[in-house]
């Protein structure tokens, strides 16, 4: 079992940037990978990063590739999510997740945050 608690959302302009932060409680935190998702008004949750349990691999959404960037300290229990030259269609709630499958398969995140609003202005 993981409690998973996010924080550092905001509004920013676009071209900005804002750091996201998950803090997790768990056993052992480097037994997940972690991964971080977000809903647009109106749209399903679509997964946006994910990162391997000891942070070798990496994944990114095409639509945020090159702009955002997933990273964890397992020493703090905490995964983030950085992320630049901001646009208006990344406003979104955005939530932290962990699996235990060490594939990260999508379908299989069980555990998950709270949310926090991400507003990009134009």
């Known amino acids: 079992q993981v409690q998973l608690v996010e924080s550092g959302g905001g509004l920013v302009q676009a071209g900005g940037s804002l750091r996201l932060s998950c803090a997790a409680s768990?056993?052992?935190?480097?037994?997940?990978?972690m991964a971080w998702f977000r809903r647009a008004p109106g749209k399903e949750r679509e997964f946006v990063a994910g990162?391997?349990?000891?942070?070798?691999?990496?994944n990114y959404a095409d639509s945020v590739k090159g702009r955002f960037t997933i990273s964890r300290d397992n020493a703090k229990n905490t995964v983030y999510l950085q992320m630049n030259s901001l646009k208006p269609e990344d406003t979104a709630v955005y939530y932290c997740a962990a699996s235990p499958d060490p594939l990260g398969i999508v379908s299989n995140y069980n555990y998950w945050g709270q949310g926090t609003q991400v507003t990009v202005s134009s």
């Open positions: 768990g056993r052992t935190f480097s037994s997940y990978t």
């Open positions: 990162i391997s349990r000891y942070g070798g691999r990496t």
